[in-house]
């Protein structure tokens, strides 16, 4: 939760799978949407919460600066890359926010 995201749940059982980011409020609509693409498309949706897009983007932007003083294998990883590096599918990201808020970490996903 104080890194800026976490998984929340899982919903469906299908191999056609999508990452679904919701921050806020609009988490709850997430949590329907995840339900309506199971019912409607059998898409298996994992569900995370982000708890702050400003962290997530700090930290890795931290990263990055870190790195470009790093050599060969001890290059560092984001937190967010981490946690959706074996993440199959497409990532969508939902806020309350102008869409600008979570392009911040698209870079890293």
Avoid at 44 to 52: E, L, P, R
Avoid at 55 to 74: C, I, M, P, Q, Y
Wanted: hydrophobic share 35%.
């Amino acid at each position: 939760i104080i890194k800026g995201i976490y998984p929340l749940k899982s919903v469906g059982k299908s191999k056609n799978e999508v990452q679904l980011l919701g921050s806020g409020t609009i988490l709850r609509e997430v949590e329907k949407a995840a339900d309506m693409l199971d019912k409607d498309w059998s898409v298996k949706s994992n569900i995370w919460s982000v708890t702050s897009f400003n962290e997530l983007t700090r930290e890795a932007h931290s990263v990055d600066r870190d790195n470009r003083f790093l050599v060969g294998d001890k290059q560092k990883t984001p937190y967010i890359t981490k946690c959706l590096k074996n993440a199959k599918g497409p990532v969508i990201a939902a806020t309350d926010y102008m869409r600008n808020y979570a392009e911040q970490v698209r870079k890293y996903i």
